[in-house]
């Protein structure tokens, strides 16, 4: 009999949701194969069998919350030999079997006192070493359920109870009570007119509860400047069509963003650094996170060692992790350590507005909308220019605000220049 359990998943990582079962009770699984998919804060992973075997108990229901290392299936490694006994391909001969049932039988009778019969007065038939077991825990052999095929308990089916009955009573102490339940179920009962209530999944849950946090732990604060996009517009015009046949990607914003802000983190390294305890880390690399819209909610996927990548790395890698994130494939290495983050709300309209950190990040640049507006050029002439605003939000805690203000200069002077970027590797 295997336990199949929830493996360690990342370090910030302790529980997960049963999103879904891959294999059922009664169902053959290879070691390997994967049994269920668990949804954690940042990705869902699947959960891999470590035996073969016939999959005898699922211990956990889709939606119900697991910790790290809980029991969540019984694999039960024995199952396919015991089916060949039933058809007959054992080594042993016919005799010898009916041998040890007889045996246990006999057994049985001797130990009348210590369990209950059946509706038919039948009492059950258990190998010793299940019978020790139950005795020693108090388990009625009548309320056990054999898997063997000729009905027969063995030591491994007291296990299964015992777990199973650990399992509920856990579950038991930490289930809300009836009066309780009812109460959170009411809570559509407080409007008078029609209402929906979602359910959040974890994903929404932990994108709250981070964002809160980051609001309560930093001192977060925002600075804003305006880009004018005219030499970064002008040059993907001209150069689109090549870059696309050569490098076999587009040419987008985000990798003319990616290099300004790897331009300004070099000249302003506090942005690139996080706070532990009483002590500064600044980080001398640059991973830098792109956040992306998925079903669940926003992801960050990281862009490992942005500087080492030419325009051409960075739009491919972030076209791979946004199809990624997309089709829910991303792994927890994609979302992990990232030093600075960039979003981008003008891809749905936004004009403006104030990025929240990414914890435990101290600096998030936010992206907006190219709008048409009047530029001053000189004291005599105005012209319309494509304009963009951009935000930094900082942590006001390690970034002052004339470091935040250079930062936010240092990127405006690079996109408005964007030759400038070939020289900032």
Do not use: C
């Not at 290392?69 to 391909?89: F, Q, R, S, T």
């Amino acid at each position: 009999m295997a336990e199949i359990i929830v493996p360690e998943l990342a370090e910030s990582i302790s529980e997960g949701t049963i999103a879904q079962w891959l294999k059922k009770t009664g169902e053959k699984v290879e070691k390997g194969d994967y049994i269920a998919e668990l949804e954690t804060d940042k990705v869902n992973v699947e959960i891999i069998s470590e035996h073969s075997g016939v999959v005898t108990q699922l211990l956990k229901k889709e939606g119900d919350t697991v910790a790290v290392g809980e029991i969540i299936a019984i694999v039960d490694e024995d199952k396919e030999n015991d089916a060949l006994v039933e058809k007959g391909h054992t080594s042993k001969p016919d005799e010898q079997v009916m041998g040890e049932m007889n045996a246990v039988k006999v057994e049985s009778i001797a130990e009348q006192n210590h369990e209950s019969v059946d509706k038919f007065g039948n009492r059950p038939i258990a190998s010793p070493a299940a019978r020790k077991l139950a005795r020693e825990k108090g388990i009625d052999l009548s309320s056990v359920q054999a898997q063997d095929p000729l009905g027969r308990i063995r030591k491994h089916d007291i296990e299964a109870t015992l777990i199973q009955k650990d399992s509920q009573h856990k579950h038991q102490i930490h289930s809300p009570q009836p009066k309780q339940a009812a109460q959170k179920k009411s809570a559509a009962d407080l409007f008078e007119k029609p209402v929906e209530v979602i359910k959040m999944s974890r994903r929404r849950q932990t994108i709250a509860k981070r964002l809160v946090e980051a609001q309560h732990t930093a001192a977060m604060l925002t600075t804003f400047n305006e880009v004018d996009m005219t030499a970064i517009l002008d040059l993907r015009k001209r150069r689109k069509e090549a870059f696309e046949r050569n490098n076999d990607v587009k040419l987008g914003f985000m990798s003319f963003f990616t290099k300004a802000v790897i331009g300004a983190l070099k000249k302003y390294p506090l942005l690139n650094a996080e706070i532990q305890d009483d002590e500064i880390i600044v980080k001398k690399y640059y991973d830098i996170g792109i956040a992306v819209a998925a079903d669940d909610g926003l992801v960050v996927p990281v862009v490992r060692d942005a500087d080492k990548l030419g325009f051409a790395g960075i739009e491919k890698k972030i076209a791979e992790l946004a199809e990624k994130a997309r089709n829910n494939k991303l792994s927890l290495s994609d979302l992990q350590g990232g030093t600075f983050t960039i979003t981008n709300g003008g891809i749905f309209g936004s004009l403006m507005s104030t990025p929240i950190l990414n914890a435990p990040q101290v600096g998030i640049l936010g992206m907006h909308k190219i709008q048409l507006r009047p530029v001053a050029i000189d004291e005599e002439r105005m012209e319309n220019r494509p304009m963009m605003y951009i935000a930094l939000s900082y942590d006001h805690r390690i970034v002052d605000g004339k470091e935040a203000v250079g930062f936010l200069a240092k990127v405006k002077e690079l996109l408005e220049d964007p030759e400038q970027l070939l020289l900032e590797g």
